[in-house]
């Protein structure tokens, strides 16, 4: 299913952390499928000097994520921005079909970190998009496992057996019971 690369940079990521003196900082999320990514870039010149992230999500969301930080230290803020969604996937020997918006995620963080340092270095304040950026895709997986949730019912996981309920803030599906949203952060209506 998974190439070894993808395996190798899940199992050992490069660049995992935070900086806590980011010159730009990208934010973007899946609400369907629980991924979240955050990018930290040091820019000196017009080059990224240093890229780390954190993800949220599964071991595709995390080899992206690696790899994406890997392909763009050390070039240009342009160089960077003409990172796609096929690069990172080819550079990693290929994604399962189901799996291939996480290769857009980690694209989009990074572009919403260049995008943030762009607007600091302009004097432009960020646009706020609250926790993140949330992205959506066709079909849904469980956040948990990562098994294809049936179309007719995706408010349950038969392989981990997990029961869902829709956010009503941001439409993410996140644990029935639980007491905040993992995608939005937002409370979840009381039950009674």
Known sequence: MYSDKVMDHFANPRNVGVLADADGVGQVGNPVCGDMMTFYIKVKGDRLDDVKFQTFGCGAAIAVSSMVSEMAKG?????????????????????????????????????????????????????DKGAADL?????????????????????????????????PACGGITKKGDATCVHCGKPLSAKS
Not at 141 to 147: E, F, G, K, L, S
Not at 151 to 163: G, H, L, P, V
């Open 75 to 127: 070039k240009t803020l342009d160089e960077a921005m003409a990172i796609t969604n096929d690069l990172v996937a080819d550079e990693l020997g290929g994604l399962p079909k189901n799996k291939m918006h996480c290769s857009n995620l980690g694209a989009d963080a990074l572009h919403e970190a260049i995008k943030n340092y762009r607007d600091r270095q302009a004097g432009r304040a960020p646009a």
């Open 135 to 167: 992205h959506e895709h066709e079909g849904s997986a469980c956040p948990y496992c990562d098994t294809t949730l049936e179309e007719d019912d995706k408010t349950f996981c038969r392989a981990c057996r997990i029961e869902f309920e829709e956010c």
